[in-house]
Structure formats: structure tokens, C-alpha cells
């Protein structure tokens, strides 16, 4: 059966992958993006793979765009993948980079949900999908802040999960490692903005294993897959990590932290 389906962040990386699959397996799908350039770009390369869908504007931080797709479109799921990725020790990181973070990651991906958790309320039925992170379940060193963003992502989503099962309304996120969609290489890129050697305590010399770790990042076909599966399976798990391996590592991890040592 064809779902009219919302995705946020669809202009690069898993947004835009999952949009084209799913509008390729006839659902009705509403891909936005940020800015009207990245519409631009959108529609025709959707246009040149022959792939029907509608593109919008909708930049999660901006209340008019909020209320126009709030008040435009009908739908039945929505994929909240629009994110920020700022890098840098936490210790030092400019506060305003943290807080814009969490505007898009956080403040803006919760008003986007009420808006259309209202119309789910009212026909008993919808499902919000979160791209979250691995960085949600665990810390990241250097990329602390952007974690805690996803950490309050998980919670909200969680609460959501809850609160909304009497109405028939489902949660899932998606919580992948590190994928070649650019988004991590652009974190670590951010550093080099306000970081000065000359200036900030940490050594240079703390950012030396981040090459090494971008440097075999893995196919993001495979992690669009598991959002397109996790958006469509009406029985999916709250909780979907991939690959296999980060989602070991990460319960390891998890299971380490109640004996760490401060």
C-alpha cells in the first residue's frame, strides 16, 4: 500500500538515497532540503533518474517553513534526517556552534514531529523515523556535542515512543557508524574554523586519529536501505543500528561505562 512519506535532509547522503528508493517503490514522497539551491539540485537529478517525487524547501530551524509544511502536507511517515555535524573538544568548543547544533538537531526535529503528531493523533496512525547515530548511544571523543545532541534525540524519541503507543502511532531511529556521505568529513572540517594551536589548549596532535578514521568509511546505499526498511515495516525495531560491528562495539561500550573510572 503507497505511503505519502516526509523526508527532511534530502538533498545529500542517506535523505536523498531513501527518497529515491522509496518514491522507485511508488510511494508518494515529499523530499525537502535546506536551502532553494539544494531544491534546485533535487529536482533535477530526479528528473534525469526519471524518478517522480515532490521536492520542497524546509529548513527545520525556520518557523515559516515549519508552518507551511505543517499546514501543506498530509502524511502518512515522516523521516526526520535533517542534522549538523560541529567537531572539536568540548572543553573549548564556542558555545554558539553547540547551540546551533542543537537547533537543528534537536529543537527543530522536535517541532517538525509535533507538527505532524497533531494530524497522527487525529487519524490514530503515522510513524516518525529519526536518523539518529551511533553517537547517540555512546560519546565520540571530539565530537562530544554533536553526541549530546543525538543523546537528546534518543530521549525524545523514546518519551515519543511511549506517550504516543495509545495512539497508535509508531517511533523508530536508525542510529548508523560511520558512513561516506561526507557528513563526518564536514564535522571534522568544522574544527579548522575557530581551532588555533596557537590559541587552545589541546595539542594538535589530539586530531592526529581522525584521517585514519575517515578514511574507511562505508557505503551509505547499505544504511539507506536499513531507514527505507525500518520507514516501511510497520513491526521494526525501536532501535536500529547498522553495521552489525558498531552496533557490538557500541553495547560493549556500554556495558564497559559502569565500571569505568573517572
Not at 533535477?44 to 517522480?52: F, Q, S, V, Y
Not at 568548543?93 to 503528531?117: C, H, K, T, W, Y
Not at 515495516?233 to 557500541?250: A, G, I, W
Request: charge should be negative.
Amino acid at each position: 500500500m503507497s505511503k505519502t512519506i516526509l523526508i527532511t535532509g534530502a538533498a545529500s547522503g542517506f535523505g536523498k538515497i531513501a527518497a529515491f528508493e522509496l518514491a522507485k517503490r511508488g510511494h508518494k514522497i515529499i523530499a525537502t532540503a535546506q536551502v532553494y539551491p539544494q531544491v534546485s539540485d533535487l529536482i533535477r537529478e530526479a528528473k534525469e533518474k526519471g524518478i517522480e517525487l515532490t521536492v520542497d524547501k524546509l529548513d527545520v530551524t525556520n518557523a515559516r517553513d515549519l508552518a507551511y509544511v505543517h499546514e501543506k502536507y498530509d502524511i502518512d511517515i515522516l523521516i526526520s534526517n535533517a542534522g549538523i555535524m560541529e567537531g572539536g573538544p568540548i572543553a573549548e568548543q564556542p558555545l554558539d556552534l553547540i547551540r546551533s547544533m542543537f537547533d537543528v538537531n534537536v529543537f527543530g526535529s522536535l517541532e517538525l514531529a509535533q507538527g505532524f503528531i497533531k494530524k497522527f493523533i487525529e487519524k490514530k496512525a503515522g510513524k516518525i523515523v529519526f536518523t539518529s547515530s551511533m553517537g547517540g548511544l555512546w560519546t565520540v571523543p571530539y565530537v562530544a556535542a554533536y553526541c549530546a545532541s543525538k543523546h537528546a534525540l534518543e530521549a525524545f524519541a523514546e518519551g515519543l515512543k511511549t506517550e504516543l503507543a495509545p495512539f497508535n502511532i509508531k517511533i523508530a531511529t536508525c542510529n548508523p557508524g560511520v558512513f561516506g556521505t561526507g557528513f563526518n568529513d564536514r564535522g571534522a572540517d568544522s574544527i579548522s574554523r575557530w581551532y588555533d594551536p596557537k590559541v587552545n589548549f589541546t595539542p594538535e596532535s589530539a586530531f592526529e586519529g581522525m584521517a585514519e578514521a575517515l578514511a574507511n568509511q562505508l557505503d551509505p546505499q547499505t544504511m539507506a536501505d536499513v531507514i527505507v526498511n525500518v520507514t516501511l515495516d510497520d513491526n521494526s525495531n525501536f532501535r536500529n543500528l547498522h553495521p552489525k560491528e558498531t552496533e557490538d562495539f557500541v553495547k560493549q561500550l556500554q556495558t564497559e561505562a559502569w565500571t569505568a573510572k573517572s
